[in-house]
C-alpha cells in the first residue's frame, strides 16, 4: 500500500491556467505539508497543516492555496500559472508536527507550465 | 529563516571508495535528519540525530552531529552503485517544516 500518494505524477499546461495537485496519506498522521523541488533539486517548504492550522513560508505567492477536506488530504492549488512555477511538488506527512517526527514524502507531482 | 549549508554539491567517485558529505547551520539546531533522494524518486528519510556528539551507523553509513549542534555529517564506506542519489540534511525551518540543504549528488563511476 502507498502511505503518501499523489495525482497527477505528470501536469503539463498553459501559463495563466489554474490547476489542482491531489495528495493523501494513508498513514494516519497528523501533519500534512508541501514542498517544491526546482531544476537545481533545491527543495523548499510551502506549506505545513496541522489540525486545520495552516501555516504559511511567507514566501510563498498567494496564488498557491492548499486545502485539505480531512486529516488525510492536502491538495495544492494554483492560480495563474506561470513560467517559474515548473517544478516537481512533493506532499508529504508526519505524525504530528516537527521537528521530532521523520516526514514520509509522496513520489511527487512534475509541472510543467508552457 | 533559518539556512542549513550542505558541501560538496557533487562527488564522482569510484565505486568501492568512501564519500562524506557535510553541514554546516549557522545556529544551533535542536535536531538534524539525513534523507536520500534516488534520481527520479523522492526523498527518503534515513536518520535524525537529536543529541550534541551523537554517531549513528546504519551498515556502511555513519552518522555525527557535532558538539555544538551546528554541524553534521554523513559518511559511507566502500560506496556501491546502490548508493547513488542526492543525500539532503534538514533541521528545523520555516512552516513548520524542515529546511534542506542544496543536497550532495552522488555519482559512482564502476
Known amino acids: 500500500d502507498t502511505a503518501v500518494s499523489q495525482t497527477p505524477k505528470y501536469l503539463v499546461t498553459q501559463m495563466g491556467n489554474d490547476k489542482s495537485i491531489k495528495c493523501e496519506q494513508n498513514?494516519?498522521?497528523?501533519?500534512m505539508y508541501w514542498y517544491k523541488q526546482d531544476s537545481k533539486k533545491f527543495l523548499k517548504i510551502m506549506f505545513s497543516?496541522?489540525?486545520?492550522?495552516?501555516?504559511i513560508n511567507e514566501t510563498v505567492p498567494n496564488r498557491f492555496s492548499p486545502k485539505s477536506p480531512d486529516k488525510a488530504h492536502l491538495n495544492l492549488h494554483i492560480n495563474s500559472l506561470e513560467l517559474g512555477d515548473s517544478a516537481v511538488y512533493f506532499c508529504a506527512s508526519s505524525e504530528g508536527l516537527y521537528p521530532f517526527n521523520e516526514q514520509f514524502f509522496g513520489p511527487g507531482t512534475r509541472l510543467t507550465v508552457l | 529563516g533559518q539556512q542549513v549549508m550542505q558541501i560538496p554539491q557533487y562527488q564522482h567517485v569510484q565505486e568501492g571508495e568512501d564519500f562524506t558529505t557535510y553541514c554546516n547551520s549557522s545556529t544551533t539546531l535542536s535536531n538534524i535528519q539525513w534523507y536520500k533522494q534516488r534520481p527520479g524518486g523522492h526523498p527518503v528519510f534515513l536518520i535524525q540525530?537529536?543529541?550534541?556528539?551523537e554517531v549513528k551507523k546504519q551498515k556502511r553509513l555513519t552518522f555525527q552531529f557535532g558538539e555544538a549542534k551546528k554541524n553534521s555529517s554523513l559518511h559511507i564506506t566502500a560506496t556501491q552503485t546502490t548508493d547513488v542519489g542526492t543525500y539532503f540534511c534538514?533541521?528545523?525551518?520555516?512552516?513548520?517544516?524542515?529546511?534542506f540543504g542544496k543536497g550532495t549528488h552522488l555519482i559512482i563511476q564502476p
Open positions: 498513514l494516519g498522521h497528523d501533519t
Open positions: 497543516y496541522n489540525n486545520k492550522e495552516l501555516i
Open positions: 540525530l537529536v543529541k550534541s556528539g
Open positions: 534538514a533541521g528545523p525551518g520555516d512552516a513548520d517544516g524542515l529546511t
